[in-house]
């Protein structure tokens, strides 16, 4: 431990291949900015210019903020009385506290997603030797349940696929076949980015479309990973950024000897971004089809009204909702609701545009209207709402 009075040392080690954990990084430089002074050590490609930091279990300083870690490293930084705190679900037999999104929320917000395309043949690619994956998978199912809808489980233990330079080769032997028995079209949610980009190759490689016979959509929204498929890929975003202030948070604590800490720290995850790879309708009914695509398309700029869509269905307003509900179980204005409403709550989450900003790039009348709507629907102000999200 740093017994000086010089800043205390403090280490960040993420995993390389996940290039959506950068914004842990701006999670802990803002609580650094706020109340403390540290000094901040990770792992950095410099090309040599700057000299190599290399967290292992040989590294010393005062706390570390760490993706995954070894038996050995912890037996290190124990011994050193190093405090720690992990990143990762995958550390919890370390008995370390851990800070971690919601796993089981991911899989429900992607589980509403396909029910409200249409879909009613669904599955999970997934890895039963990963916690995280499990959870995923457990929210997924159970949200499918409450519409009386089964969920076809399938997947592999990656980490048994043998040498990691013919992992990909192995998974093959896997995949297709389980790819090829699935009722089609089928929505299926991989456990992650590089899952659902691979369900997307092997897709290509089988002569399935996507999104047309098999829609997919993966969690973290790692972009390298969602552009870089085609189409591109539907994820759910990663709360990095509260994950590291949290984190940060927790081992300040640790550090000034605090003891009652929790052991885990669930962070909510903030949404679903939707691409091309689950950009579809399966609905019957081509008058609701066809309805549904003009609210999601233009609900998020426009308060579309329920008499428009109507006026070009060429049906009564009586015929209109009727099939709407038959097909989708709930009202049409109900669904603008719902799409204006995830938009209004995007919009407070991930920008930092004034309420009268967002008010007028969404087409209310005022300020006053978007606070009606968002008390009326939520209970709160859209103030109190993008506060309570950021704390």
Not at 252 to 258: A, I, P, S, T
């Amino acid at each position: 431990m740093n017994t000086h009075t010089s800043p205390p040392v403090i280490g960040i080690r993420t995993a390389t291949w996940a290039h959506y954990t950068q914004d842990i990084y701006r999670g802990i430089l803002q609580y650094r900015r706020l109340h403390q002074t540290w000094q901040i050590q990770t792992p950095i490609d410099s090309t040599n210019e700057i000299e190599p930091v290399r967290i292992n279990r040989f590294w010393r300083g005062d706390g570390l903020i760490a993706f995954r870690l070894s038996t050995a490293e912890m037996r290190a930084f124990r011994s050193r009385g190093t405090a720690v705190v992990s990143i990762s679900s995958e550390s919890a037999q370390h008995d370390i506290p851990l800070v971690m999104p919601d796993y089981e929320e991911s899989g429900r917000i992607v589980a509403r997603h396909f029910l409200s395309l249409g879909l009613r043949n669904l599955a999970f690619w997934g890895d039963p030797s990963r916690r995280y994956s499990r959870a995923r998978g457990r929210g997924f199912a159970q949200e499918l349940g409450l519409a009386d809808i089964a969920c076809h489980q399938i997947g592999v233990e990656v980490g048994r696929l043998g040498k990691l330079a013919e992992r990909w080769k192995l998974l093959r032997r896997f995949m297709d076949p389980q790819l090829k028995a699935l009722p089609k079209p089928i929505g299926i949610l991989a456990k992650d980015d590089i899952a659902a980009a691979t369900l997307i190759h092997a897709c290509q490689r089988l002569g399935f479309r996507v999104p047309d016979d098999v829609a997919i959509a993966g969690v973290n929204n790692d972009e390298l990973f969602c552009y870089t498929t085609s189409p591109p890929l539907t994820a759910v975003r990663y709360p990095g950024e509260a994950i590291g202030f949290r984190a940060a948070a927790i081992l300040d604590r640790l550090m000034q000897g605090e003891t009652d800490i929790p052991h885990e720290t669930i962070i909510p995850v903030s949404g679903l971004v939707e691409r091309e790879s689950t950009d579809i309708l399966h609905i019957a009914d081509p008058i609701v089809a066809t309805a549904l695509r003009r609210i999601r398309r233009d609900g998020p700029t426009y308060p579309i009204q329920v008499n428009e869509l109507v006026a070009e269905s060429s049906l009564s307003r009586a015929a209109f909702k009727r099939r709407f509900v038959q097909t989708l179980g709930y009202a049409p204005k109900a669904e603008i609701k719902r799409v204006r409403l995830a938009s209004l709550e995007d919009l407070l989450r991930t920008t930092e545009w004034p309420v009268k900003q967002i008010a007028s790039h969404m087409g209310f009348e005022s300020m006053e209207e978007l606070g009606r709507f968002m008390r009326r629907e939520t209970g709160t102000t859209a103030t109190a709402y993008r506060t309570t999200f950021r704390s």
